[in-house]
């Protein structure tokens, strides 16, 4: 891969260029990257944050809600200035400033089965910083599909998980086949989250992008990994592809028209 670069871009990528890993070459991929955040809250503003500074190339963000001071204590992208304003925008706003040589796509929706397929075309990586069921397995499903690695992300009170979810590997249903059941999940509105918590996650799911644009490193195929920062740990846990599962096993269904995403988002095959 040809890069030509500027003295700015010189300057501003130097620390990546000076690695046997990255490089030129490796910078060039990623100012060539398109990558599609959804979500733009707690795990989606760290991650937004450092996949600009780094210079992905295409951003796409995705978030149908609007910035509440409530936000402010965790999603560190958005000022109070930003208070009412949509958070697809404030995150573009955001990045326009931090980095010019990223192009960002506000996309104010709530990704679902008639959107779904735009939102992730061409894209290279797609993070899951979401916050509800429905959309995670939306999201497996359809870059399961199209051949799209997902970094998953998840957070609760004091505890985070990640774990990448490439085509050749398990995916979201062999981890957790079915959603729990309404109401039996609660979320940080109710239950409340450490602030700090979804910057460590959504930086872990930022890396995953990263290694996979680079095509370096080993990434969390088939391993989730559960972070504690009251106890500051970090425990691996593997799993494995299921042989039934019904979008990456054999005999599975092989699009997402006829999946229900609402409750326990289960698949029959029957």
Known sequence: MTL??????LDRYSRHIIMDEVGPEGQ???LSARVVVVGAGGLGAPAIQYLAAVGVGELVVVDDDAVERSNLQRQVIHRDDD?????????????????????????????????????????????DASDNFPTRYLLNDV???????????????FEGQAT??????PCYRCLFPEAPEPGTVPDCATTGVLGVLPGTVGCIQATEAMKLLL??????DG???????????????????????????????????DIDYVESCAISLD
């Open 4 to 9: 030509s670069l500027d003295a700015t871009q």
């Open 28 to 30: 060039g991929r990623l």
């Open 83 to 127: 208070v009412g304003t949509p958070k697809a925008e404030s995150a573009a706003a955001f990045v326009r400033g931090l980095n010019p040589d990223v192009s960002v796509e506000p996309v104010e929706a709530r990704v679902d089965k008639s959107n779904v397929h735009e939102v992730v075309a061409d894209a290279d990586v797609v993070v």
């Open 143 to 157: 870059c399961r599909f199209e051949g799209i690695p997902l970094v998953h992300g998840a957070i609760y009170k």
């Open 164 to 169: 990448t979810l490439v085509p050749e590997g």
């Open 215 to 220: 095509d370096e490193g080993e990434v969390l």
């Open 223 to 257: 391993r989730l990994l559960f972070y504690d920062a009251m106890d500051m740990t970090f425990e691996t846990v593997p799993y494995r592809k299921n042989p039934d599962c019904p979008v990456c096993g054999e005999g599975g269904v092989d699009s997402i028209e």
